[in-house]
């Protein structure tokens, strides 16, 4: 596609069970990030991807959070045993891997816990 | 950690008029990015000002940058209902891009 995908775009999940968000970036970009977004709030940066740099995990605020990104191309982003201040928006950007470049960001995943 | 710190929090305008924003930040970047965001969901590129410029257009944007006092300002001038919409500065270190808490317009018809 020409722009970045994320899926679902809302998902509704009970308090406790894992889910997984997939963001597909777009084609030939190496840097790929994920923020978390409560509702009111800023980005929060949870993670960052560069081809095969290890990933910056600096901003996962606990680890029941992990993202993969499989063959430099899509990433998916796993909460495990969520919590009810998981619910947020999502959102994952990727662009190219030169220095000043702008971000590209998908229109996130909404994930409520209940 | 954020940043970037917009300031103000949230603007009211009459359509026509021109919006104001600041954003400070803390550390040496190499560029720093002005975003939009409607309707809480993807966030859409505005402008680009790189640590080395001081000042950069795009129609009715101009944004400045001073690298001395780590501070940026964003103006839209002559302002559209559609201009309603939420604003975040970003700071480019190099390869992490953190997002400042932004500032809420809303343009009155």
């Known amino acids: 596609g020409a722009g970045v995908s994320q899926s679902p775009s809302n998902k509704v999940t009970e308090k406790g069970k894992d889910v997984e968000l997939r963001c597909d970036p777009i084609s030939g970009h190496t840097a790929l990030y994920w923020y978390r977004q409560s509702l009111g709030q800023g980005l929060e940066f949870l993670i960052y991807f560069q081809g095969n740099s290890a990933p910056d995990k600096s901003g996962l605020p606990s680890d029941r959070f992990s993202a993969e990104r499989t063959g430099g191309s899509v990433s998916t982003l796993t909460i495990q045993r969520t919590q009810q201040e998981d619910s947020a928006v999502y959102l994952c950007a990727s662009r190219p891997g030169q220095l000043d470049t702008e971000a590209f960001f998908g229109q996130g995943t909404r994930l409520t816990v209940v | 950690s954020q940043q970037g710190e917009e300031d103000p929090q949230a603007l009211s305008i009459q359509e026509g008029e021109n919006a104001t924003m600041n954003c400070s930040y803390k550390?040496?970047?190499?560029?720093l990015q002005w975003y939009r965001q409607n309707s809480g969901r993807g966030l859409v590129h505005l402008i680009l000002?790189?640590?080395?410029?001081r000042e950069k257009h795009s129609g009715r944007l101009r944004v400045t940058l001073d690298t001395s006092k780590k501070s940026s300002s964003l103006l839209i001038t002559a302002s559209r209902a559609a201009d309603t919409a939420s604003y975040f500065c970003?700071?480019?270190?190099?390869?992490?891009?953190?997002f400042g808490a932004g500032t809420t317009v809303t343009v009155r018809a």
């Open positions: 970003a700071t480019d270190a190099g390869y992490k891009l953190s």
């Open positions: 000002i790189r640590s080395n410029e």
């Open positions: 550390t040496s970047i190499n560029n």
